[in-house]
């Protein structure tokens, strides 16, 4: 697993700086970093994946447009999935490895 002391100081800021953004735009209950640049080798074409959990009654696209209006600007590719607690909670009682992975491997990067 890579974590986020192993990444170049500039990219290290680069991540808090998103993660500052969202915390504040969209205050969500946490932010995660996960793919490649939380537990694999990032590379030149890796993008940051964010998961993002926050409570709200917004459809999931709703949801993901209002993170993506945060960065119009962007100086590299990001992804972000936006789930409610419930969804999560749902997720992991239906076993979906996909998000189980992320809540235990993933960095948490900012929670409230």
Not at 41 to 68: A, G, H, Y
Not at 84 to 96: A, F, L
């Amino acid at each position: 697993m890579i974590y986020m002391e192993e990444l170049s100081q500039e990219k290290q800021q680069k991540i808090r700086e998103i993660v500052t953004k969202i915390a504040k735009a969209y205050q969500p209950e946490k932010i995660i970093l996960f793919g490649s640049y939380a537990w694999g080798r990032p590379n030149q074409d890796s993008d940051l994946d964010f998961f993002i959990i926050k409570k709200t009654d917004e459809p999931t696209p709703k949801r993901i447009e209002d993170v993506d209006k945060i960065f119009l600007r962007r100086e590299f590719p990001m992804d972000f999935l936006v789930y409610t607690p419930e969804q999560v909670v749902k997720r992991e009682k239906m076993n979906d490895r996909f998000v189980i992975n992320i809540i235990e491997n993933g960095k948490t990067l900012y929670a409230r």
